[in-house]
């Protein structure tokens, strides 16, 4: 079965369509109107191999949040319905990557039960036109619609742009793994419950 999946999701202050194929090897075509978070996105299908085309329009002449939160729901939301209810796949994953003199750790559980850990201090305010605060807000919106628990870690670093990437990098290594078939259960929930 192909783990593809599209999704709409329009509310008063966004618009935003979310075409996924888990199975992909990273091909991306990403317009948030958010140039940081564009790349930051552009950063999570290459390095997890999930190609992803993503068009947001949202109401950005007020600030950055609900485009950027909603991002994060609707990417979610796609993850999920492209998943075959989370059949087959080795579900727990973790990356450690390093970006220059930063390091950051993130393990992942694909449960169904969402939980962010977000251990990350940033140094400044913004990241281009971005409030540094928004991406806790992004991660968080993703693990919540994604059901997935997050543990972000970032170990040490300086350079709050390395930092952030190292969490967007670590997050799609992540997925990679966890999201991969595995050969030896393909056809089994990876849970006793029979279901997650």
Not at 14 to 42: A, P
Not at 111 to 125: A, T
Request: charged content about 25%.
């Amino acid at each position: 079965m192909k783990r593809k999946a599209k999704i709409t999701r329009k509310t008063n202050e966004t618009s935003i369509s979310v075409d996924m194929n888990i199975d992909g090897n990273g091909k991306y075509k990403i317009d948030t109107g958010i140039g940081f978070l564009n790349h930051m996105l552009e950063q999570l299908s290459k390095h997890s191999s999930i190609d992803m085309n993503i068009k947001a329009k949202g109401d950005t002449h007020i600030d950055l949040h609900h485009t950027t939160e909603d991002s994060g729901i609707a990417i979610g939301e796609c993850l999920k319905k492209a998943s075959n209810k989370f059949k087959g796949i080795r579900r727990y994953a973790h990356a450690l990557i390093p970006m220059d003199e930063a390091l950051t750790r993130v393990v992942i559980d694909v449960s169904n039960r969402p939980y962010l850990i977000w251990n990350v201090n940033l140094k400044v305010e913004k990241l281009g036109e971005m409030d540094t605060e928004l991406f806790k807000e992004w991660f968080q919106a993703f693990s919540q619609s994604a059901g997935i628990t997050l543990h972000i870690e970032n170990i040490y670093g300086d350079n709050s742009h390395h930092i952030i990437e190292s969490c967007f990098k670590g997050l799609a290594r992540s997925l990679r793994s966890a999201m991969e078939i595995d050969l030896r259960n393909k056809k089994a929930i990876p849970s006793t419950k029979g279901s997650l």
